[in-house]
């Protein structure tokens, strides 16, 4: 814990650039995904109790709280997928490190534009919700 | 301190060697398996369509079935490895040790718990038993 919080402060002060933010986010957004896929195999293995329990468990995905909750899972799940690619070329060509500003602007740029088309679809189905 | 830019170096043997390979290869499992399960589930379809209806609909071929049970197995041995990575890089003696068989742990019940649900479960039978009529079962 100790440990943690001066990682914490070190987040804070460090300069470490591209590569320390690529590092950074990638444990976060596993972490993230982790913690919801825990919550998520719960809820499906709920279907074994029939219709009625799991329809209302799945209503509770559809509050505003959770639309939000699914664009950022949706992006953690994209940018750890972007960057673990990232990470395992760079593991296989090492020579690649040369450049590695360059594969981590690259890997955030399609990031961003992957991003919009499903931003806007999962806008349209919130919005598609209620008429 | 453990800030570092570049990737986790390739461990020298044992286990960690082992897990280094494996979050590589599953990574790149998950990346068409998971990525395809969001799109199919969120930009396709959308919750507003997924229920109980929805998902006996799916799972009436053993495609889907077959398709969750191995995005549930790599994403489960996937994310508690790292955690594990991640435990060893903060935590020392018997806080890891800790974490380690807690994730362990949950991994396996999760596992266990997930699989049975994907492969055995009936619409009809599920549905019957909740309302309180069992005599459709098997």
């Known amino acids: 814990m100790k440990k943690l919080l001066s990682e914490v402060n070190d987040i804070v002060r460090y300069r470490g650039g591209s590569g320390h933010w690529s590092y950074l986010l990638h444990r976060l957004t596993g972490l993230g995904v982790l913690l919801f896929l825990c919550v998520h195999i719960i809820d499906t293995a709920l279907i074994g109790w029939g219709p009625e329990l799991f329809n209302k468990v799945i209503a509770i995905y559809r509050h505003p709280f959770f639309r939000v909750s699914e664009i950022f899972l949706f992006g953690a799940v994209l ?53 | 301190m453990s800030l570092s830019s570049g990737p986790r170096p390739l461990p020298p043997g044992g286990f960690d060697r082992f897990a280094w390979f ?90 266990m718990a997930g699989l049975y649900i994907v492969f055995t479960f009936q619409p009809e039978a599920a549905a019957a038993l909740s309302a309180g009529d069992p005599g459709v079962l098997p």
């Open chain 1, 79 to 131: 940018y750890h997928s972007l960057n673990g690619v990232r990470i395992t070329l760079i593991d296989l060509w090492p020579g690649a490190t040369r450049r590695h500003r360059l594969w981590a602007h690259l890997t955030w740029g399609i990031f961003v534009v992957a991003m919009i088309p499903v931003v806007i679809i999962m806008l349209h189905h919130w919005k598609a919700s209620h008429p």
């Open chain 2, 22 to 111: 494996f979050m590589r290869i599953s990574g790149l499992a998950l990346l068409f398996l998971a990525l395809g399960h969001l799109t199919v589930m969120h930009l396709v379809n959308s919750i507003d369509t997924v229920d109980y209806a929805f998902v006996a609909a799916r799972y009436a071929t053993p495609f889907w079935r077959t398709y969750d049970g191995l995005l549930l197995m790599l994403a489960l041995l996937h994310g508690f490895n790292g955690l594990r990575v991640i435990a060893q890089d903060y935590l020392s003696g018997g806080k890891r040790l800790a974490v380690q068989w807690v994730a362990g742990f949950l991994c396996l019940a999760l596992m």
